[in-house]
């Protein structure tokens, strides 16, 4: 107002007409609104990322289509280091209207793959096979055995499907990894004691040396199944409450020969 005033004042000492000077006025108040709306927005925005915080220097997240840790939030913009450990600035207004994904405050990390098992693999070891998994998910420590699960899903184009679901308890990527090796690991071992194998996105001509499934364990676990099916034992859909409360934490963790174990 001051300025306005000051300016007005200017215009009648000049003899100047006030309609010019007013629609001067009007053109350059627009433009400097123009310039200055940027910075308001990013200014607003800002304010709202303070305000509703849903990232704060040093967490790791998603934003839009990239992925890095958040290193400053600034009232004009936010920082972020990048994969790649490029700096990527993006003004707040632009961050705060994005879809952020903040990995830093899981309280765990998901597992979810697939185990795919060769198409002569017989329904007997494919039910071995679910009810090994499901006792390595309920009894390692570090899986919370009540949401984990072990689900025959289907038929491939190269082989049959067992989906896995089960969460890690931890939040440090590195120590997931090292988990989901382990499990990974077991997974490996089950699969090959059951006399079966992994599928694998091929065209299979068997000929007189393929020596196909192992016979003398499709056998073996076939008998399992089948005494835990007369005992009316088997774990389908689920292992029954007790039993499920008698696996809980039975496996050791880490495994037997382990450097971490000492």
Not at 149 to 166: D, E, K, M, T
Not at 219 to 241: A, C, M, S, T, Y
Request: hydrophobic share 40%; glycine share 10%; proline share 4%.
């Amino acid at each position: 107002m001051v300025i306005i005033g000051t300016i007005l004042f200017l215009a009648e000492v000049l003899s100047l007409p006030y309609q010019g000077v007013l629609a001067g006025l009007g053109i350059g108040g627009l433009a400097v609104a123009l310039a200055a709306r940027s910075t308001v927005e990013n200014f607003i925005g800002g304010i709202t990322l303070f305000a509703d915080k849903p990232v704060k220097a040093g967490d790791f997240c998603r934003f839009g289509e990239n992925i890095g840790v958040v290193e400053t939030i600034g009232l004009r913009s936010v920082r972020i280091r990048s994969l790649d450990r490029t700096i990527v600035t993006i003004p707040n207004a632009e961050f705060a209207a994005m879809h952020i994904e903040n990995y830093s405050r899981r309280d765990s990390i998901l597992i979810n793959t697939e185990v795919e098992l060769r198409y002569e693999t017989t329904p007997d070891q494919v039910r071995w096979v679910l009810t090994e998994i499901r006792k390595l998910l309920l009894q390692h420590p570090m899986v919370e055995g009540d949401s984990a699960r072990a689900r025959f899903a289907g038929f491939g184009a190269h082989s049959l499907h067992i989906a896995i679901f089960a969460y890690v308890r931890t939040t440090d990527w590195s120590k997931y990894l090292g988990v989901q090796e382990d499990i990974f690991l077991r997974l490996i071992d089950i699969v090959d004691e059951s006399g079966t194998g992994f599928a694998f996105p091929s065209t299979v001509n068997y000929v007189a040396r393929d020596g196909g499934i192992d016979e003398e364990r499709r056998e073996r676990v076939e008998g399992i199944i089948d005494q835990l099916r007369k005992n009316n034992q088997l774990p389908f859909p689920d292992f029954d409450h007790d039993t499920r409360g008698a696996m809980a934490d039975g496996l050791d963790y880490p495994p037997a020969g382990s450097a971490t174990t000492r």
